[in-house]
């Protein structure tokens, strides 16, 4: 049985979270046992992690640093070991070198690039962008795997991942202007849209995440 953890540093959406991961692998027949926890031991041996986010980069990113031991056990999983890593919303904008957010905040430097706010160009397109939308240019990953072109998935946010290398951008949105949806490199992926309000279309993302073999 593999061990997925729901990294837990306070940030809110815990429990719509879990249970989106739950049921996604009761669809997909996994043997994995979902357990949300914020010990940095559990964090360290997991054999996949998620990681959520609600609210500002910097407040997230302060988070998760003031959990004594949790970005070094992150990176003993995820970078040393390999274990596949999904961040979720501001989740995957820490992946970023740093995010302009209230100032300037490091990132944790996984995937190069900086989370800047969106800019919509055209009326009737507010800030935070919130509600259903398009993804597009997906990419052939392991990831989207039957997620189809124009598949509408949900997004609540103001500001966006600007990856240094376009190769890393998996999918992308627009809301006014296109801006990148989910990032993807080696092991390490992360979406701007929440799967666990997405419905079905996040449910099957889920699902390959739980099987994912990078």
């Given at each position: 049985?593999?061990?997925?953890?729901?990294i837990?540093?306070?940030?809110?959406?815990?429990?719509?979270?879990?249970?989106?991961?739950?049921?996604?692998?009761?669809?997909s027949?996994s043997?994995?046992?979902?357990?949300?926890t914020?010990?940095?031991?559990?964090?360290?041996?997991?054999?996949?992690?998620?990681?959520?986010?609600?609210?500002?980069?910097?407040?997230?990113?302060?988070?998760?640093?003031?959990?004594?031991?949790?970005?070094?056990a992150?990176?003993?999983?995820?970078?040393?070991?390999?274990?596949?890593?999904?961040?979720?919303?501001?989740g995957?904008?820490?992946?970023?070198?740093?995010?302009?957010?209230?100032?300037?905040?490091?990132?944790?430097?996984?995937?190069?690039?900086?989370?800047?706010?969106?800019?919509?160009?055209?009326?009737?397109?507010?800030?935070?962008?919130m509600?259903?939308?398009?993804?597009?240019?997906?990419?052939?990953?392991?990831?989207?795997?039957?997620?189809?072109?124009?598949?509408?998935?949900?997004?609540?946010?103001?500001f966006?991942?600007?990856?240094?290398?376009?190769?890393?951008?998996?999918?992308?949105?627009?809301?006014?202007?296109?801006?990148?949806?989910?990032?993807?490199?080696?092991?390490?992926?992360?979406?701007?849209?929440?799967?666990?309000?997405?419905?079905a279309?996040?449910?099957?993302?889920?699902?390959?995440?739980?099987e994912?073999?990078?």
């Open positions: 049985m593999s061990s997925v953890v729901l837990d540093y306070g940030s809110g959406n815990l429990r719509s979270a879990e249970k989106a991961l739950v049921e996604a692998t009761r669809r027949g043997d994995a046992r979902i357990h949300t914020g010990d940095p031991d559990e964090v360290a041996a997991a054999d996949r992690l998620v990681l959520p986010g609600v609210g500002a980069f910097a407040a997230c990113m302060n988070a998760v640093r003031e959990r004594s031991g949790l970005v070094e992150m990176s003993e999983a995820v970078q040393a070991r390999g274990a596949p890593f999904l961040g979720v919303c501001v995957m904008q820490l992946l970023a070198t740093k995010g302009l957010e209230f100032g300037e905040t490091p990132g944790l430097g996984w995937i190069e690039g900086e989370v800047r706010r969106i800019e919509p160009t055209g009326p009737g397109f507010k800030v935070p962008h509600g259903w939308n398009m993804l597009a240019d997906v990419a052939d990953h392991p990831l989207f795997a039957g997620v189809e072109e124009g598949a509408h998935v949900y997004f609540t946010h103001s966006a991942f600007s990856a240094t290398n376009e190769a890393d951008v998996a999918a992308r949105a627009d809301h006014g202007g296109a801006f990148t949806a989910a990032v993807a490199r080696g092991n390490v992926a992360g979406v701007q849209f929440h799967p666990e309000k997405s419905q279309t996040g449910l099957r993302l889920l699902a390959n995440f739980l994912w073999r990078p």
